[in-house]
Every structure is written in C-alpha cells, then in structure tokens.
C-alpha cells in the first residue's frame, strides 16, 4: 500500500476528505523526524509502534571484495519497533 492508497482507505473508514488525511500524515511525519531525529525524543503510540533514535558505536569491519579491515564510523539509526496490538494482529492474520 503506497501513500496515496493508505489516505484513500482512511478517508473511507474515516469520512475525512483525503486532502486532510494527507495533510495529517505530512504533519505526523514532519513531528516525528523532528522530534526523533533532532531532539532524540522517544514517539510512543500505545499499542502501535515506537520510535526512537539508537546510536551505532565505531567499528572494525572487512571488505567482502578484498578482504581489508575498515573502520566504520559512529552513526545514529532510528529504531522502529510494533507495539502489542500491531504484534498480535499480525500474529493472528497468519
């Protein structure tokens, strides 16, 4: 399901006109990549899904090609994990 689709099946199951569905998804997304990525808040959506910035120590690594040690640097990630009711929907979907 691409974006377009996700606000045309909200709009459905919602009655809000898909021109604000999308507007609330560009506002959801444009709160949570500030307040994750820039202020390195935790989003929690009970139930749903969290976000939250992780940090991603330097390490040695290896070139599959060549086989040469490389340092990899520091980096910061962003965690993405379901929450129970998402866990458990797909669980019982299958």
Do not use: W, Y
């Not at 809000?16 to 989003?43: F, M, N, P, R, W």
């Amino acid at each position: 399901m691409n974006k377009s689709e996700l606000c045309a099946a909200i709009s459905g199951s919602t009655g809000v006109s898909q021109s604000d569905v999308d507007k609330v998804l560009k506002g959801l997304e444009e709160t949570v990549t500030s307040a994750v990525c820039a202020g390195g808040d935790k989003i929690v959506l009970s139930g749903f899904v969290t976000f939250e910035r992780g940090h991603r120590a330097a390490r040695s690594g290896r070139n599959p090609q060549t086989g040469e040690t490389i340092q990899i640097a520091a980096a910061n990630t962003i965690k993405i994990s379901a929450g129970s009711k998402l866990k458990a929907a797909a669980k019982a979907s299958t």
